[in-house]
């Protein structure tokens, strides 16, 4: 388990993930970077397995012009991690989007996540 506090962890897994997509390295290395080859991502009833992962990098590219993370609270123990954060992002049309995320999910031994269960809601100002 690493030594960074459990926000720490969130903001930076998702922060550098993030990164690393929008910089156009190669979808399915960077998606082996962060998650185990058996990743399954359950967010509002919708099922993401590895390959789904991969795919939905493309549109991300497209769209996504920035993003930040604040981390409202964490908490990790060695497997498991839970975590409320919102995703503020701007679109490539200069819609900017925020996005309150309820995350539970299980992290391999080597950092990697293997599952989460993630529930959204739109939290943009109006």
């Known amino acids: 388990m690493s030594k960074l506090s459990a926000q720490e962890f969130v903001a930076d897994f998702f922060g550098s993930f993030t990164r690393e997509v929008v910089a156009g390295d190669d ?13 399954l991502q359950i967010a509002d009833g919708i099922t993401l397995d590895r390959q789904r992962l991969i795919d939905h990098i493309r549109p991300v590219r497209k769209n996504l012009v920035s993003c930040s993370y604040d981390v409202h609270e964490a908490i990790r123990t060695e497997d498991r991690l839970a975590a409320r954060f919102t995703i503020h992002a701007e679109l490539r049309r200069g819609r900017k989007i925020s996005t309150e995320v309820y995350l539970f999910g ?19 100002a109006p």
Do not use: F, K, S
């Open 106 to 124: 299980e992290v391999a031994p080597d950092g990697r996540i293997r599952r989460t269960t993630q529930a959204t809601r739109d939290v943009t």
């Open 27 to 39: 979808a399915a290395a960077v998606v082996d970077r962060y998650y185990t080859p058996d990743v």
